[in-house]
């Protein structure tokens, strides 16, 4: 029967491997597992930012001279009290006029140059959003698989979703309004002086407590939404790699203790939340104090010197107003800080996470293949001194070394454990060995650019997956360049064009996620195609078979006998039946090759193969 970690990996995601109480923990943070290098996320964000300067500087300078547009108000407001209504009742209507022109005309103007920076800063914004978010898969997909083991699906869909989404709010929304609270501050401030000095410098002077509350709500934010982030990541995480391992969760009846889970993450994730907002609510409260306190002492200090005739109504009525717009972005400042807080989490774990380099690097300077013989594709393998140990356990293989000649059929068999994937894994160099190399026609792979290395070896595993798309889709991904024809033919050859063709739409059936249209034989057979057509030197076989019934499995070896020859095949398999079709077989056990020989060599000494072989036996029968 296949575990439920075995089940877990087919469908594309690496098992939780903590018991389900530690996974809801809301200390265990997605950040702790990818932490990243001092001035990362600083440096992202730059880099992000740096093909749209010009765009920035132009927005900077729209929004510095629509904030003079709307700042003019009061002052006009202050002229209108102070000169045009006097005027006015002398008989001069000119300053009224003047007055309703100036405040339509700055209002007109404001709004203009309004849209126009909300037009250009949203496409500057959704620029790098698009930007970061096709960073984020195109490094996802660079990572060697040693990473996907152990990072999760669901975390990197965390950061490439709601992660990319907390920075877009803080883009789209937050850092408009961060630029309009900072220009009005500025001036506002430059006014109130210039209106009165005295009573300018009093008004800033109560602004004081407001910057000490803005102080401490950023400093309980910054741990609060840090959480909050950390909770939502660990609820995308557990959703999605419970419907993608929907499978085994039925089987073993794991709903209730998966609900029981997620309730926990859930609760965390709710608890994050109310923090936040309580928080948010605490920053309210106290900063409207601030501002209302303040605002009262300048209007009875202001109204005293207007009685006393040393300040004039008009610019006591303008102070007012530009109070009113000194202390009204306090709500806005605090949605900013909100979303800036939530920005900065998300973007030091995406930070982390394209801080990552890959396992398996491209060599500096390549070396290409040599050519090999005319006709026969087949290239030879060499494992020398090599030695291997995954970071998360011991050494999997001791001191190991291999010769395969080119175009020799290996295969490779041995208990659960002995290696054997392991040494496919390294030959497809999806790792590299710990000490020694492994050569392809005397070349070192890792001297091999990636693209070459992956058109001269082509593995198939027991996962058999498939894209959404078409079967001709599917087939195609060995070459995207092939032909219907082609890929006809490589379906014909292993065997698996009679029940394409017998399909709804032929090659051009849709089989929709994961292949989930077809059976899992099927999607092998189409699999194998997939291969076969990549025509590569050498064919790793990893369990490829294990999906197959016996005659499909039985079609599979016909069409193998014809499509190997000449060609280098290493098979890793438990199914000793597959095993017959090779020139040569390995027996190991704990890292080490303890038998070696041609099938019918081995079952002669009955040693460890031939106990393998007549087990199979006795099962068959």
Known sequence: MTSVTEEAAADGTAPEHAPAHESASPSKTDADALPAPPGASRALLRDLVRPHRAGVWLAAVILLVQQSAVQAGPLIVAYAIDRAVPALRHGSAGPVAVVAAGYLGFALLGGVLQRAFIRLSGRIGQD????????????????????????????????????????????????????????????????????????????????????WTVRVFRRDSERVYGRRSAAIAAVIVRFTETMNGIRPVKAFRRERANDAAFAGLNEAHRQANAEAILEMGRFTVRSWLVANTSVALVVLWGAYRVASGTLELGVLAAFVLYLRRLYEPIDPLGMFLNSWHSAVASLEKIAGLLAQRPSVAEPAEPVPLPAGPEGRPGRAVEFTGVRFAYATGGEVLP???????????????????????????????????????????????????????????????????????????????????????????????????????????????????????????????????????????????????????????????????????????????????????????????????????????????????????????????
């Open 399 to 621: 001191r190991f070394d291999l010769t395969i000649p080119a175009g020799q059929t290996v295969a490779v068999v041995g208990a659960t454990g002995a290696g054997k994937s392991t040494l496919a894994k390294l030959l497809a160099r999806f790792y590299d060995p710990t000490e020694g190399a492994v050569t392809l026609d005397g070349v070192d792979l890792r001297d091999l650019a990636i693209p070459e290395l992956r058109r001269g070896v082509v593995m198939v595993t027991q996962e058999s997956f498939l894209f959404s798309g078409t079967v001709a889709e599917n087939i195609a991904l060995g070459d995207p360049d092939a032909t219907r024809e082609q890929i006809t033919a490589a379906a014909k050859a292993i065997g698996a064009h009679d029940f394409v063709a017998a399909l709804p739409e032929g090659y051009d059936t849709d089989v929709r996620k994961r292949g989930g249209r077809i059976s899992a034989g099927q999607r092998q057979l189409v699999a194998f195609a997939r291969a076969l057509l990549a025509d590569p030197g050498v064919l790793i076989l990893d369990e490829a078979t294990s999906s197959l019934d016996v005659p499909g499995e039985r079609a599979v070896q016909h069409a193998m006998a014809t499509v190997l020859r000449g060609r280098t095949a290493l098979i890793i398999a438990h199914r000793l039946s597959t095993v017959e079709i090779a020139d040569r077989v390995l027996v190991m056990e704990s890292g080490r090759i303890v038998e070696d020989g041609t099938p019918s060599e081995l079952r002669v000494q009955r040693g460890r193969f031939a106990g393998l072989h007549e087990a199979w036996r006795e099962s068959v029968v």
């Open 128 to 211: 790098v959003l698009l930007e970061l978010r096709g960073r984020i898969f195109r490094h996802a997909q660079a990572l060697g698989v040693d990473f996907h083991e152990r990072y999760t699906s669901g975390r990197i869909i965390a950061r490439a979703t709601s992660d990319v989404e907390s920075i877009r709010e803080l883009l789209t929304e937050g850092l408009q309004d961060l630029l309009e609270v900072g220009l009005s501050v500025v001036y506002v401030a430059g006014l109130l002086l210039w209106l009165d000095w005295r009573l300018g410098l009093f008004a800033l002077a109560t602004a004081v407590p407001l910057v």
